[in-house]
T-cell receptor, first 117, second 109 residues
Framework: KAGVTQTPRYLIKTRGQQVTLSCSPISGHRSVSWYQQTPGQGLQFLFE???????NKGNFPGRFSGRQFSNSRSEMNVSTLELGDSALYLC????????????????FGQGTRLTVV | DAKTTQPNSMESNEEEPVHLPCNHS???????IHWYRQLPSQGPEYVIH???SNVNNRMASLAIAEDRKSSTLILHRATLRDAAVYYC??????????FGQGTILTVHP
């Protein structure tokens, strides 16, 4: 079956712009989580959506937002881009039967490499 | 958030077993212990997870201490393809995997 698909794979934006990243989870998975990976901070949790509702949010400013659609596809948006937002953004989908269940494995996409200049 | 502590790096020879340790002394009773690995330029890949009992799958084994304050990921026969960063993670709340710095595993031919 198809894995997690993230688009685009690479993106270059200018400071002050906004960006939208897309994630298509594995069919049947209702949970999508987003992570930011940088050399200095490692992998950091951004937020998680389950059945179109944000269930958890990491310690990121309000410029980072997301949403999930009825088909479980998710988007994350970063407004007013800063140089420090340059990172690999990873999406993970999980087959949770109920929100909050951590007795599952997450499937990660290849990520979107965002460069802010 | 509960944290995990892992050695920065470990080395192994091909076809030998590898034991990757992890300490998680502040783990709570409902936290699952997850292991993921990441190869360069790829997203993390699930390896194994467990709660209290030892777990085995086709990739690895997970040995969990009786007090759950530490665990060990066991790769039974390391291959060059197992060279990666291995993350020991506590699954603590809604969808959140808290990654640490991980252990860089080098496998020598």
């Amino acid at each position: 079956k198809a894995g997690v698909t993230q688009t685009p794979r690479y993106l270059i934006k200018t400071r002050g712009q906004q960006v939208t990243l897309s994630c298509s989870p594995i069919s049947g998975h209702r949970s999508v989580s987003w992570y930011q990976q940088t050399p200095g901070q490692g992998l950091q949790f951004l937020f998680e959506y389950f059945s179109e509702t944000q269930r958890n949010k990491g310690n990121f400013p309000g410029r980072f937002s997301g949403r999930q659609f009825s088909n479980s596809r998710s988007e994350m948006n970063v407004s007013t881009l800063e140089l420090g937002d340059s990172a690999l953004y990873l999406c993970a989908s999980t087959k949770r039967d109920r929100a909050g269940d951590m007795n599952t494995e997450a499937f990660f996409g290849q990520g979107t490499r965002l460069t802010v200049v | 958030d509960a944290k995990t502590t892992q050695p920065n790096s470990m080395e192994s020879n091909e076809e030998e077993p590898v034991h990757l340790p992890c300490n998680h002394s502040t783990i709570s009773g409902t936290d699952y212990i997850h292991w993921y690995r990441q190869l360069p330029s790829q997203g993390p890949e699930y390896v194994i997870h467990g709660l209290t009992s030892n777990v085995n799958n086709r990739m690895a084994s997970l040995a969990i201490a009786e007090d759950r304050k530490s665990s060990t990921l066991i790769l039974h026969r390391a291959t060059l393809r197992d060279a990666a960063v291995y993350y020991c993670i506590l699954g603590t709340s809604y969808g959140k995997l808290t990654f640490g710095q991980g252990t860089i595993l080098t496998v020598h031919p």
